[in-house]
């Protein structure tokens, strides 16, 4: 849009000594363009239609809330809610906020429809943007793209492994190889002893710590155990791990688990320092790491959390999920069979011919097969370079020739071969070839 456009919408121009304000997308953000936009579309796709295998049905959640929706499931002393929110006012006065995840909305619409009443378990996935203000890195932005799925209603372990076991599935499917890390954070009878060890320890380590974490260390111990900062991540290796500090009901859950998913023939390995910087987890959490993509290695992570339903003003509910880190995930270099679009261009030669390329355009398109056609009146040369840069396997030339005599002069664009196919026959022919492969795949194909 030019400049003066802008300003004539948005009522904004430079003040004094302000700079002008460069045209492109915020810091921490990207534009996905094709045809990485395609492989985008196939990595849905394909993960959408596994959760529906597993019974799953798509929430549609707003990519807004109001702010305490996060202040309540996340937690106040959370990274996220403490630095990372994009926070703004409406006109009303009202906190808003850019989900910065989609649990928390997940729970919001659990109880605001009283979807309970549905019959439990329920089981939703959903896909789409998340919001959180860190400072951009490889694998790490201010929008990012999630696929996440909630199964609630069960408080048994075999949700949590099949949950897990879904979310390795995805991963397998993509031939993305993963480290599946688990732990359990206990409950609320257990965790309180496992805190004040950890802060005892932490405590004494008091000095070596970075700024945040002493201030951590006191408000909420468990957070320690997530900061990247070196000093902090060495003084954690030796820190207690929660195992031994399960009660009964916890730590019978967590085994039972984990033999759910070793008979599954899935390989988890127990961390006991695992935590994740939600604070609404109960008992099990677990990541799936891509090792060799460095400091942002989680490209899935999830849990349960068994009172989020019940704190946000729902009939107490438990609940496990999952969310997959898309941007992650596409860096992981996704196995992608990227079939051939397929599809015909119409080349005309003169005025006459480009109105009947324009009505067999038409009739193709509505017969599901994809078309096109010049749109800059380009010499027949330049339109056949056209037909070849976008990759069609087909081409119908029309000409003076081919009109004077009713057929049409199809080309294969693979073998430069052409032959003449009569006006009538030519939809025939034109799927008789994408049947038979010759042209990708047909109507419906992906
Ligand atoms: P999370 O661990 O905050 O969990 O995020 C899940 C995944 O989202 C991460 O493992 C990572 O792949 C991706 N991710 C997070 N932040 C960023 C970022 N700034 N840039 C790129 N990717 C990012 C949740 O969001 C929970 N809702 C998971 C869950 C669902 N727990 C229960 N149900």
């Not at 109960?282 to 060799?292: H, K, L, S, W």
């Not at 609940?319 to 992650?328: C, E, P, Q």
């Not at 005599?405 to 071969?417: E, I, N, Q, V």
Request: overall charge neutral.
């Amino acid at each position: 849009m030019e400049r003066a456009g802008l300003s004539r919408i948005t009522g904004w121009r430079p003040g004094k000594g302000q700079k002008e304000v460069e045209i492109r997308a915020p810091k921490g953000t990207m534009d996905i363009l094709p045809p990485e936009s395609d492989r985008w579309r196939l990595v849905q796709e394909k993960g959408t239609a596994l959760f529906r295998l597993y019974g799953y049905r798509e929430i549609i959640l707003p990519i807004v809330e109001y702010t305490e929706v996060f202040a309540r499931s996340i937690g106040e002393g959370t990274d996220i809610v403490q630095k990372e929110m994009f926070t703004f006012e409406d006109k009303g006065g009202r906190s808003l906020t850019l989900r910065p995840e989609a649990t928390a909305g997940v729970a919001r619409a659990f109880v605001e429809h009283h979807l309970d009443t549905a019959g439990l378990p329920l089981k939703l996935y959903y896909r789409g943007p998340m919001f959180r203000h860190e400072r951009p890195q490889a694998g790490r932005y201010r929008q990012f793209r999630q696929l996440g799925v909630e199964l609630i209603g069960s408080p048994l372990p075999g949700a949590d492994a099949e949950v897990v076991l879904l979310c390795g599935e995805f991963f397998s499917m993509l031939g993305i190889g993963t480290d599946l890390v688990v732990n359990s954070v206990g409950d609320e009878n257990c965790r309180p002893a496992y805190v004040d060890a950890l802060r005892k320890y932490l405590e004494e380590r008091a000095g070596e710590l970075c700024e945040d974490c002493r201030r951590r260390m006191t408000e909420n111990p468990l957070r320690v155990l997530d900061c990247k900062v070196p000093v902090c991540a060495g003084i954690v290796g030796g820190a207690p791990g929660m195992e031994s500090f399960l009660c009964g009901g916890c730590r019978d859950h967590y085994q039972n688990m984990v033999e759910l998913l070793e008979a599954a023939g899935a390989n988890p390995r127990r961390e006991g320092r695992l935590v994740r910087g939600l604070d609404y987890y109960t008992r099990t959490v677990f990541e799936f790491q891509d090792p060799a993509l460095g400091g942002q290695n989680a490209l899935a992570a999830g849990g349960r959390y068994d009172h989020l339903v019940g704190e946000l003003g729902g009939k107490p509910t438990p609940a496990v999920g999952f969310s997959i880190g898309l941007d992650r995930v596409m860096l992981a270099g996704p196995r992608l069979d990227e079939a051939e679009e397929g599809g015909v261009y119409i080349l005309a030669i003169g005025g006459e011919s480009r109105r009947r390329a324009f009505a067999v355009a038409h009739r193709l398109r509505g017969a599901g097969i994809r078309a096109d056609l010049d749109h800059l009146e380009r010499s027949p040369k330049a339109q056949m370079r056209e037909a070849d840069r976008a990759g069609f396997p087909l081409c119908v030339v029309i000409g003076e020739e081919e009109t004077a005599g009713g057929y049409y002069t199809l080309r294969d664009m693979r073998s430069a071969t052409q032959e003449r196919v009569l006006e009538t026959d030519l939809l025939g022919e034109i799927k008789r070839r994408m049947a038979a492969g010759i042209n990708g795949p047909g109507p419906g194909g992906s």
